[in-house]
């Protein structure tokens, strides 16, 4: 999530690619923080972080 944002990787493109992989569904996923989804759900295939988490990511790691 920290690569996708710094280096502003759009959705779309990067869908397309995991489809090729077969990855599709966690992609997804991982752009559902940039929405402001935080919520974690067992019909997700990764685990994303909690909000609070994934700002202290963002602090520790210099991403704005």
């Known amino acids: 999530m920290l690569l996708i944002e710094t280096k502003d ?6 869908v397309e690619t995991a489809r090729w992989y077969d990855l599709e569904p966690t992609v997804k996923a991982l752009y559902r923080p940039f929405q402001g989804d935080f919520d974690r759900t067992d019909d997700l295939p ?19």
Not at 46 to 64: H, T
């Open 9 to 14: 990787i759009d959705q779309e493109t990067l």
């Open 46 to 64: 990764v685990i994303l972080p909690k909000k609070d988490e994934y700002i202290a990511l963002k602090e520790q790691y210099g991403v704005s």
